[in-house]
Every structure is written in C-alpha cells, then in structure tokens.
C-alpha cells in the first residue's frame, strides 16, 4: 500500500544527511565533550560547529545559544527560568490563548505558585493583536510569552511588531518558533525577542534535541542544576551526537528553506482551493495567506476528525486532527475553541502538514480519497441526516 505522510508538523523524519554526520559521533568521536583529552575535544568541536551554524542562522551570537532537549525544555527553561529571575520585580506574565501546551502549562504551574497570566485572545485567524498585549500590560509585568506560528491552523504571528512593544516597555519577550526555525526565515534581531525556542525534530534533525537562545543581558535562572556545561544554566552531560545533527539539519535548511516554502505554498494553495471545492461545508481555519508554508486546516462540518483521520490511516495517509499532543483526549482543541468555533465544528478538523519529501501526487492522492472518505462518514452521521 501507498503510505503518504503529511503530518510534519508533528515531526518530521531525519534528512539521511543529517544521520551522516552524526554517526561518527556514536563511535569514534563519543568522548564527553568536558573531557580534556583528544576524544573529548573532538566532541567538543562538534558541538561548538553546531552552535556556531544556529547562531548565525537565527543571527544571534553562539553564546547566545543554550542547547536543550528540546522544545518543551526550552519553553519551560524560559518561562520559568524568567518567572524565577524577575519575581522580585513582578509577578504578571502576557501570553496567548493559543500557544503550545509547552508554554501554557508552566505558565498555568506559576498561577499555582502565586504569578498572575493573562491570555490574550484571538480574532478568528488566530491572530494575536498588538494592541491588545499593549493594553494588557501592567507595571508588574515581567515576561511576554508568544509563538511565532501556530502548530495547529499555522498562523503567523506579529512578532516583530510586540517584541517592540515589549522592548520599549522593557520586558522580557520570549517567542516559541519551533515551527517556523527552517520553514520561514527567523532572525532574532529583526524579531526582537530576547527568548527563542526550537527544536531539531520538526526540521530534519534528531528527536530530543533543541535549543534556547538567550539574549545576553537577559536575566533567566538556571534550569538543571550540576556541572557546568552550557555556562552552568543547563547541566548535564552534551547530546553530542544530537547536537551536531541539529547543526546540519541547520545547513541543510539554510540552503533549501527558500525553494521548499515556494513549493510547499503552491500544494497549500491548492489544498486550500480544492478541498472546497471537491466538499461541501468545509472552512478553513486559520488567514488564507498569513500562514506557514506546509499548514492546511480544515474543518469538516458533521463529522469527527478522528474518524477521518482513521480512515485515512487506513488508506496509508497520515494527517493529525490538530496537535498530536492532545490526539488522545477527546476535548476539542483550545486553538479551535479561541478562533470561536462552536464544539461540534471544532471536533471535526484535519490539519494536513506537509515537508520535504512531500510531492504533488501526494496532494492528488489526498484530494481523491479524502472527498470519498467524507461522502461515507457523512452518510452514517445522524447530524448530517437531520439536515
Ligand atoms: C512540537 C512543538 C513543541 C514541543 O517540542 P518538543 O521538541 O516535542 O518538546 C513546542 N511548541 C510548538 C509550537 C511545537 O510545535
């Protein structure tokens, strides 16, 4: 059977050239890299490579660059490490009604331990306004926490134009990008963020491996307590062979980002084009233009999303009904419930996410079976029947 995976957004597979230069890692370069001899240093370079690749990709410096395992250490690493740095100044947090469950639940965790979060709402794109975080800022403010682009409608945030905001009000402004870093340039400067998360499995690189880039100046208290690696902010032995895959995975979108967004924006336009047209009832989550380049979210009105999903699956196409995080709880997603749609039309979303090797059959193929899937669920559903 045909296997089609379009579900990058959750992960994606590792670029065979980024296992390349791991390899060598595992085996004649596996030293510790704090370890002063020769197999040591080898690691050791490796690693500072690596971080010299991000830093310059994201225009940072690489002392800017912590490595993580991850985009949840990252996320959490900021957001508490801020909270625990500034609570002297303050105690209130801004962020979104939309981000990752990465960064809405250490901020909920510090609800608990005394901290006031404001969540700023959305419009119906998924679009955090300005405005809005502007008026939502208090003199005890001390972290400003939003993603760069949704994980599950793909919308695009103003970043740029709140980390000014921020800045001029002088707090610290964190941005999740792990789903923009490789998909659409992120410059740390022209975003004006002091915080950055990202994480090497949704670009081509290793799972468990990721980063925060920290602006120097910026005030953060340690995460994991022990030797000094990473400055002593983050102890623990180096995932040597992960970082230096993250670096490469790096390189390779450095090189190949721009030619695979041009080409994934033309099957996202034509997703969005044609799924219309070949169903009836269907919307679309998220701006129609202000989107990532392999973000596609449907909703299908009187059907479940996991049902089409099984069926899918079964049919060897891989999709997600929103984020794989929350693919087992049976709640519809707060991202879907935040841009107001009702519950039973939230329960009915597909997000269609595609990557590297994803080609235009593939998109044929979706576009063939998907309406027929549709046909037959609708066909069993007692809400459609009622119509
Ligand atoms: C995947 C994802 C995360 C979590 O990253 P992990 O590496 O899986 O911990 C956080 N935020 C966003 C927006 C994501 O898409």
Redesign the pocket.
Known sequence: MKRIYLDY???TPCDPEVLKVMEPYFFEKFGNPSSLHVFGQEAKKGIEDAREYLASFIGADPSEIIFT?????S?NFAISGVAHALENKGRHIITSAIE?H??SEPCKFLEKKGFKVTYVGVDKYGQVSPDKVKKAITDKTILISL?H???EIGTIQPIAEIGKIARDKGITFHT?A??TVGHIPVNVNELNVDLL?L?A??FYGP?GV?ALYVKRGTRIETFLRGGDQEKGRRASTHNTTGIVGLGKAVELCRAKMDEEASFQIKLRDRLIKEIPEKISEVYLNGPAQNRLPNNVNFSIKYIEGESILLNLDMLGIACSTG?ACTSTSLEPSHVLLAIGLPHEIAHGSLRISMGRWTKEEDVDYLLESLPKIVDKLRAMSPLYDKK
């Open positions: 957004a959750a992960t395992s991850g985009g949840t250490e996320d990752h990465a960064v993603m682009a949704n994980n999740d792990v789903q998360s994480a499995h949704k799972k990721g984020s």
